[in-house]
């Protein structure tokens, strides 16, 4: 259950940050960094649809992991874009 909370939440500020490049939220991380599930959270959990996720936060910490993954989603949709021309 604590890796999907805290997925959710971590999903919802990346999804403002791609809507709203400007916005700033580090605040927000900052106070999210208190939440990460521990290694032992992620071991025990049943939930392994958010595994992937959580291990990546873990191991890139997570402004690094949101700044990332924006690109990767800015780089994704210029690929589409070429893709329908």
Known sequence: MRLRSFSRVFRRLI???ISYPESDLNVYLDELKYYI????DI?????RNEYLWILSIKLFRIHTFMNLFCK?????K???SLKNV
């Open 37 to 40: 599930p521990k290694w032992k």
């Open 43 to 47: 071991i025990i959990s049943k939930d």
């Open 78 to 80: 210029y690929v589409n």
């Open 15 to 17: 999804t403002t940050h």
């Open 72 to 76: 990767y989603y800015e780089f994704k």
